[in-house]
């Protein structure tokens, strides 16, 4: 990670004293096809003849399965405390701002 990356306000909890942010990375992922990540892992460990033979028959096999798509990036979670002072200082951030973080102090 960077030395500061953006995260997202997902839950506030204020007790009066003590406020806790909830936050996570906001990163935008887009999802890919487990299809698609086996037929690019395939093709990266075969040689350019052994691949002419084997991708035709690997993307038929794959066309009958079903189409799983998954995320290809698990986003860091944070939970952070700090006195409500501190919160008024940093401008009261409500749930879906977008805060950034110094990690090289956390």
Same mark, same amino acid.
């Given at each position: @990670? %960077?030395? #500061?990356?953006?995260? *997202?306000?997902?839950? =506030?909890?204020?007790?009066?004293?003590?406020?806790? &942010? /909830?936050?996570? #990375?906001?990163? /935008?992922?887009?999802?890919?096809?487990?299809?698609?990540?086996?037929?690019?892992?395939?093709?990266?460990?075969?040689? %350019?003849? /052994? *691949?002419?033979?084997? @991708? +035709? &028959?690997? #993307?038929?096999? &794959?066309? %009958?399965? +079903?189409?799983?798509? =998954? *995320?290809?990036?698990?986003? /860091?979670?944070?939970?952070?405390? @700090? +006195?409500?002072?501190?919160? #008024?200082? =940093?401008?009261? +951030?409500?749930?879906?701002?977008? =805060?950034?973080?110094? &990690? *090289?102090?956390?």
């Amino acid at each position: @990670m %960077a030395a #500061e990356d953006d995260f *997202k306000i997902t839950q =506030i909890i204020d007790n009066g004293q003590m406020v806790q &942010l /909830t936050l996570i #990375e906001n990163v /935008t992922t887009e999802p890919i096809s487990q299809k698609q990540m086996i037929i690019d892992n395939v093709s990266r460990k075969l040689d %350019a003849e /052994t *691949k002419e033979q084997v @991708m +035709p &028959l690997l #993307e038929a096999i &794959l066309q %009958a399965q +079903p189409t799983i798509n =998954i *995320k290809s990036y698990q986003q /860091t979670q944070i939970t952070i405390a @700090m +006195p409500r002072s501190r919160y #008024e200082k =940093i401008g009261k +951030p409500q749930v879906g701002n977008v =805060i950034t973080i110094n &990690l *090289k102090r956390i």
